[in-house]
Nanobody, 124 residues
């Protein structure tokens, strides 16, 4: 069973960039589809991006397409979320998720394993 630990959150200003990391342990990382989700106060957890295996195809929510990039380093058991041109509405707790299913995973119910989350605040 894989364990996930996110890092890299913080307070940034609108227009800034930030990179989140999620390190996995306890599983064969390269065999997992990895995803990023976020949850703002009073809102449901929503899909941000995912990268599957083995072809490492990426998928994005429309709200972040062109601004965020998901990538993975299988040698480091880590998935990243590079966020650019951040907006106040991007502020949320960001969660890393993993699942052994391949294909296009974009729903909370598609992922079996979750991290504890890292806070991202975008404010001037």
């Amino acid at each position: 069973q894989v364990q996930l630990a996110e890092s890299g959150g913080g307070l940034v200003q609108p227009g800034d960039s930030l990179r989140l990391s999620c390190r996995a342990s306890g599983g064969s990382f390269s065999r997992y589809t990895m995803g990023w989700f976020r949850q703002a106060p009073g809102k449901e957890r929503e899909f941000v991006a995912s990268i599957n295996w083995p072809v490492e195809r990426t998928y994005y929510a429309d709200s972040v397409k062109g601004r965020f990039t998901i990538s993975r380093d299988n040698a480091k058991d880590t998935v990243y979320l590079q966020m650019t041109i951040l907006k106040p509405e991007d502020g949320a707790i960001y969660y890393c998720a993993a699942d052994l299913k391949g294909g296009r995973l974009e729903d909370v119910s598609h992922f079996a394993f979750w991290g504890q989350g890292t806070q991202v605040t975008v404010s001037s």
